[in-house]
């Protein structure tokens, strides 16, 4: 896919880097992890956590701990999505909860940016804690592009280090 | 609802506490670091504030309708107003309809002034 290369985050594409959400202290407390990035999308991982909890009696994490961990991919979708990194900010986001998530189960979810114009972002994703095929939720938002003047600088320079790695590696090889 | 609100692991992790002033019901979030999504902002992580409102729409609930049995969400969705800078939170929800089965409740949370929203949530609960 040689187009990939269009991508501001393009040199982090694939598997999920280790410290992808650094910039990001409260997906770091509840650990999130990057599973998979491509152009315009990402997977998360939420371990499950017994402090996450809204149900006690079904052990079942809160609704609300459900739109954090799409609200994260989506922010991550995005950025996934643009040729050149700009700041994002959520405008609304809703979310469908099909059905009760299994107990003490880790959650994933997949969010795909549907369209990416100069000022919105569309997206729409779901979250499963066992087959994507069988998800618990589903999301669907928007985001503001250049809302704030702030540059998730975390994320750019992870790229950036990252693509110069991968030049390092080229000359070596040419060499 | 002090004691249900205990009862939720998640509502302790939050540190989230109750308060039931002249104009009803409302929830405080307390300011903390680890509930920052944008560490350049600094700003509350989008997530927290939608779980925020979701929590207080569940309680006004329970509270109206004084049924034991834990209502639902079907959906919830959330508009982002403006950022929420370092700073506590408050909530409240006005409940727009109370039918047999379902629930439509509207939530705003601001943090100095109420009359300037950072976020406002809207979701339907199963009773």
Same mark, same amino acid.
Request: proline fraction near 5%; glycine fraction near 10%; include cysteine.
């Given at each position: 896919?040689? /187009?990939?290369?269009?991508?501001?985050? %393009?040199?982090?594409?694939?598997?999920?880097? @280790?410290?992808?959400?650094?910039?990001?202290?409260?997906?770091?407390?509840?650990?999130?992890?990057?599973?998979?990035?491509?152009?315009?999308? +990402?997977?998360?991982?939420?371990?499950?956590?017994?402090?996450?909890?809204?149900?006690?009696?079904?052990?079942?994490?809160?609704?609300?701990?459900?739109?954090?961990?799409?609200?994260?991919?989506?922010?991550?979708?995005?950025?996934?999505?643009?040729?050149?990194?700009?700041?994002?900010?959520?405008?609304?986001?809703?979310?469908?909860?099909?059905?009760? %998530?299994?107990? $003490?189960?880790?959650?994933?979810?997949?969010? @795909?940016?549907?369209?990416?114009?100069?000022?919105?972002?569309?997206?729409?994703?779901?979250?499963?804690?066992?087959?994507?095929?069988?998800?618990?939720?589903?999301?669907?938002?928007?985001?503001?592009?250049?809302?704030?003047?702030?540059?998730?600088?975390?994320?750019?320079?992870?790229?950036?280090?990252?693509? @110069?790695?991968?030049?390092?590696? +080229?000359?070596?090889?040419?060499? | 609802?002090?004691?249900?609100?205990? +009862?939720?692991?998640?509502?302790?992790?939050?540190?989230?506490?109750? /308060?039931?002033? /002249?104009? $009803?019901? /409302?929830?405080?979030?307390?300011?903390?670091?680890?509930?920052?999504?944008?560490?350049?902002?600094?700003?509350?992580?989008? $997530?927290?504030?939608?779980?925020?409102?979701?929590?207080?729409?569940?309680?006004?609930?329970?509270?109206?309708?004084?049924? +034991?049995?834990?209502?639902?969400?079907?959906?919830?969705?959330?508009?982002?107003?403006?950022?929420?800078?370092?700073?506590?939170?408050?909530?409240?929800? @006005?409940?727009?309809?109370?039918?047999?089965?379902?629930?439509?409740?509207?939530?705003?949370?601001?943090?100095?002034?109420?009359?300037?929203?950072?976020?406002?949530?809207?979701?339907?609960?199963?009773?």
């Amino acid at each position: 896919m040689p /187009e990939e290369r269009n991508y501001a985050l %393009a040199s982090i594409f694939g598997a999920g880097i @280790e410290n992808m959400l650094h910039h990001t202290p409260h997906a770091l407390r509840l650990r999130m992890q990057v599973e998979k990035t491509g152009p315009g999308f +990402a997977v998360v991982h939420l371990p499950f956590a017994a402090e996450l909890v809204g149900d006690p009696g079904r052990g079942v994490v809160f609704g609300g701990v459900i739109t954090t961990l799409l609200d994260q991919t989506a922010g991550l979708a995005v950025a996934c999505a643009m040729k050149e990194l700009r700041p994002i900010a959520t405008v609304d986001l809703r979310v469908d909860y099909l059905r009760a %998530a299994e107990p $003490g189960k880790d959650l994933y979810a997949h969010v @795909e940016c549907t369209k990416l114009t100069r000022a919105v972002a569309f997206v729409r994703g779901s979250a499963w804690e066992g087959s994507e095929e069988d998800p618990f939720a589903t999301c669907l938002g928007t985001f503001m592009i250049g809302a704030n003047p702030v540059v998730r600088t975390g994320l750019k320079k992870l790229a950036e280090a990252e693509a @110069e790695a991968e030049r390092d590696r +080229a000359r070596e090889v040419e060499s | 609802m002090k004691e249900l609100l205990d +009862a939720i692991p998640y509502a302790r992790f939050l540190g989230v506490e109750l /308060e039931r002033g /002249e104009a $009803g019901l /409302e929830l405080r979030l307390p300011f903390r670091d680890d509930i920052i999504g944008n560490a350049n902002l600094p700003a509350i992580h989008g $997530g927290v504030l939608g779980a925020f409102l979701e929590l207080t729409a569940l309680l006004r609930l329970i509270d109206e309708s004084g049924n +034991a049995k834990v209502p639902k969400p079907i959906n919830f969705g959330v508009d982002y107003l403006r950022s929420a800078g370092p700073k506590d939170c408050r909530a409240r929800a @006005e409940i727009f309809k109370l039918g047999r089965r379902i629930a439509n409740v509207r939530v705003v949370v601001w943090q100095d002034d109420a009359t300037r929203p950072v976020a406002a949530g809207y979701g339907k609960f199963l009773l």
